[in-house]
């Protein structure tokens, strides 16, 4: 991709943290193309011929990383579709075209390292923090009409392990680039989008 004509947020943060919620706000608010690794690889999984399918949910269910390649792929093939939809404006993404939201990637060093190396540099990593006893209950929550086959308890624990021991060194990594906005998530949806869409607002002024 041409960097100058594309902007990437990684939106990242816990399980149940809130990333797709906010992502939907900043959406309507700036107009960007909104990729959830984690949909991509559930659509890729129910997609008729697949030869990642069974691979797919046994990973997911068990909370690990998908591979990186694949990932990878499904994101590259993302972002294609959507700049041929809406090609990057000339004098680049300020009318929004070409603004992606990545929302849950990277979350493991090998596919941050890759990402950043072959497919292009992202201006920002938004991070939303809250509590795993605040995490746990919205998932618990959201499981009872999700149909996600990794909300339930059991899953829901594996999942907050991984996070901790391979999705916080991309935390680290990015943030000894400065390029880390953190973000309590705590609070209502409404409060944590005003945050969230002033340190955007104020990214793409
Ligand atoms: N909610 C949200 N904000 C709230 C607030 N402020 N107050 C009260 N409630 C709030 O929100 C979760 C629930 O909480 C919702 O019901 C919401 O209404 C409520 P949501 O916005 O969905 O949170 P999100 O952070 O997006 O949670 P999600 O479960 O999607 O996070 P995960 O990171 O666990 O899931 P993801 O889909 O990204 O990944 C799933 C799996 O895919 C991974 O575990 C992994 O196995 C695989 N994966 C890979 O292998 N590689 C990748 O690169 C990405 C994923
Ligand atoms: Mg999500």
């Given at each position: 991709f041409d960097s100058s004509k594309v902007a990437v947020i990684f939106v990242l943060g816990g399980p149940g943290a809130g990333k797709g919620t906010q992502c939907a706000n900043l959406v309507q608010d700036y107009g960007f193309c909104h990729l959830s690794a984690g949909d991509l690889l559930r659509a890729e999984q129910n997609?008729?011929?697949?030869?990642?399918g069974a691979m797919i949910r046994n990973y997911i269910r068990e909370g690990q990383i998908v591979p990186m390649e694949v990932t990878i792929k499904l994101l590259e093939n993302a972002m294609r579709a959507a700049l041929a939809s809406a090609p990057a404006a000339a004098d680049g993404?300020?009318?929004?075209?070409?603004?992606?939201?990545?929302?849950?990637?990277?979350?493991k060093m090998d596919q941050a390292v890759k990402f950043d190396d072959e497919v292009c540099r992202s201006s920002l990593v938004l991070f939303f923090t809250t509590t795993e006893e605040e995490m746990l209950k919205r998932l618990l929550e959201r499981g009872k009409t999700s149909?996600?086959?990794?909300?339930n308890e059991e899953s829901i624990k594996k999942r907050f392990r991984v996070y901790k021991e391979q999705t916080m060194p991309v935390i680290a990594h990015y943030s000894k680039q400065s390029k880390v906005a953190t973000i309590?998530?705590?609070?209502?949806i409404e409060e944590v989008h005003e945050k969230a869409k002033d340190v955007v607002g104020k990214l793409l002024a």
């Open positions: 997609r008729e011929g697949s030869e990642y993404w300020a009318d929004g075209r070409g603004r992606f939201l990545i929302d849950g990637f990277p979350r149909g996600r086959e990794d909300d309590d998530a705590t609070a209502t």
